[in-house]
């Protein structure tokens, strides 16, 4: 490892490249958290989430008519998440209101989760998901690549969206959509 790598990387090893790629997330009450990461003063983390590259937690959300000084929410992140690389996840307008993702979820790169979202266990948003604000994505749920959820809708327990659908209606349980607009393929 040439000399420059290793004033970057803040080590003292002959170890390679790999000490400086893994010198880039920082250990924070049980969660790695990659130092590129943003992640604001109302978010409350469980224990063993990793939060990826260039990640911003707990910004605002944007509401016509609603100044960005005039949020007061909170973001809550459960146990066991992999949030990976460029995801977004907005804080609520209301103070007491929560934005809330569960536990052993897997958020893919260029994600977005609105304002007071709900997220619950065991979930998949694949690459590029869009959740609306207010929307519930219940235990289970698992949202294919480039998929939209219009605000407040509910894609149901153990439900699948396929790849680039668009939801406007809420999904049921079990059911499996796709599409623009996605419509129930079985449930």
Not at 151 to 166: I, Q, Y
Request: proline share 2%; with cysteine.
């Amino acid at each position: 490892m040439n000399e420059e790598l290793k004033r970057m990387a803040l080590v003292d090893n002959d170890e390679g490249l790999a000490s400086f790629y893994n010198s880039d997330f920082i250990n924070v009450d049980g969660n790695d958290i990659h130092k590129t990461a943003i992640v604001y003063p109302n978010v409350k983390l469980g224990k063993g989430n990793v939060i990826g590259a260039y990640c911003v937690i707990g910004s605002n959300g944007e509401i016509r008519g609603v100044k960005q000084s005039d949020f007061k929410g909170s973001v809550i992140i459960g146990d066991n998440n992999v949030i990976s690389e460029l995801v977004t996840i907005q804080r609520p307008k209301d103070l007491g209101s929560i934005t809330s993702i569960g536990d052993n979820n897997i958020i893919m790169a260029h994600s977005h989760i609105g304002h007071d979202a709900k997220i619950g266990n065991d979930c998949e948003l694949c690459t590029g998901t869009i959740i609306g604000g207010y929307a519930s994505i219940l235990d289970g749920a698992i949202i294919k690549l480039g998929s939209t959820i219009r605000n407040r809708k509910t894609v149901g327990v153990d439900s699948l969206v396929g790849m680039g659908s668009v939801v406007v209606s809420d999904v049921l349980d079990g059911a499996i959509v796709y599409g623009n607009p996605a419509k129930s393929r079985t449930s």
